[in-house]
């Protein structure tokens, strides 16, 4: 049995998913026998709640190629692309049975990589990272600029791209956890990512997000494997699809004004005075866009503000997040992928395995209070939905069997 790791977000899964998903198993790719997918939940790391919620995502998953899909928790998929994928690794190293991290790539090299990612934890490249900082550039920005300098201007440019830049996080986390796992990328095709157009027949994660946003689905459709449509499909006729920010777009705004100072400096990630201008700003602000704009600079991005915005929301306090995930909630798992759970357990899985309800009653404490944050922010999740779900919606779903 040769066990294949990825860290995902599906949303949706397309046929560039579809693609990579089968590389994994391919004999000329990565010859996996077995594939877990670790994946975020009902929050994405753009900030936003995901297009539709994380069973169904977990049911396209296992229809399209994964074995086990396990949750990588909101806290995690709320964070920067070192914590992302921090915590994704550590998971897969939690289960004991995994052989090989795989990640697609723009550039496909994994040699090339792996130097981005040594150079970036020497103390040449953190010393030049400092100086750019200083100089009041985000941290982006600053990051390749100093990568750059430090192994040349081709490696820089691998920052300058949104998988290049995961798959870089990955091997730094494999590095720094000492994860038992070597590591494979797999050339993204198709459209890039973002892209604002399909090409051939794949197109990117957030332009299909816009055509079903705008009421497309059919025009979405085209772009992704046939399980992934009915799974889409079925999870529209059923009011699941698709989640909006601007659908609690009043319970984000009467939440920011509720918030005092110490609450927004409170927030993962806050620092420098950022606090005072997302204090400011939410007292001001009439919609979330106008927040937002608000708050925004060079050395503040969007993407960051909207997890702060959405940290903000869900009540996400830095003191209440592990450094890693504390347990591995196994979210579904096709036949084969009992193999893998199997696996797990008679070697000696690292961290607690939830696959049934009620197991979460066990946690210890501090695992209890993520568990209970988790339940809290899927009952907030049910407010971005075409149908408001009710609360419990964490403690009553079912494990997912394909």
Known sequence: MKVCGVIAEFNPLHNGHAHFLKQL??????????????????????????????????????????????????PYALSSAEGFARAGVALLAALGCVDVL????????????????ATLDSERCESLLRYHLEGGISFAEARQK??????????????????????IEYL???????????????????????????????????YLRGLIGDNRLVNALPFMPPDARDCLTAAGGNGLCPAKTEKAEAALLYRLRQMSLDEFAALPG???????????????????????SLVKTRRYPLTRLKRLLMAAYLGLTAEIIPETPPYIRVLGATEAGYDVLRAAK??????????????????????????????????????????????????????VKM
């Not at 720094?176 to 973002?194: C, E, I, N, S, Y």
């Not at 157009?197 to 994660?205: E, K, N, R, T, V």
């Open 146 to 167: 100093a990568l750059s300098e430090a192994a040349g201007a081709a490696i820089g440019d691998l920052l300058s791209s949104p998988n290049n830049t995961l798959g």
């Open 346 to 399: 008679t070697g000696g899985c690292a961290l607690p395995l939830l696959t049934r309800k009620g197991q979460a009653d066990a946690l210890d404490p501090a695992a209890r209070a993520l568990w209970e944050f988790e339940c809290n922010a899927t009952d907030l999740y049910g407010l971005f939905l075409p149908t408001p779900s009710p609360c419990g919606a964490e403690q009553t779903a079912g494990f």
């Open 172 to 206: 730094r986390a494999i590095a720094a956890l000492g994860a038992p796992m070597t590591a494979a990328t797999v050339k993204r095709v198709g459209a890039d990512h973002d892209a604002a157009a399909p090409l051939g027949d794949i197109a990117s994660a957030s």
């Open 270 to 292: 806050v620092s420098e005075g950022l606090e005072n201008r997302l204090f400011a700003a939410a007292r001001q602000a009439g919609s979330v866009d106008e927040f937002l």
């Open 102 to 117: 795989a990640f697609g790539s723009e550039c496909g090299d994994i040699a090339a990589l792996k130097k981005a990612a």
């Open 25 to 74: 198993k391919a004999p000329d790719g990565v010859g996996a026998t077995h594939v877990v997918a670790v994946m975020s939940g009902n929050y994405v790391q753009r900030g936003e709640p995901a297009l539709l919620p994380k069973f169904e995502r977990a049911k396209t998953a296992l229809a399209c190629g994964a074995d086990v899909v396990v949750e990588l928790p909101t």
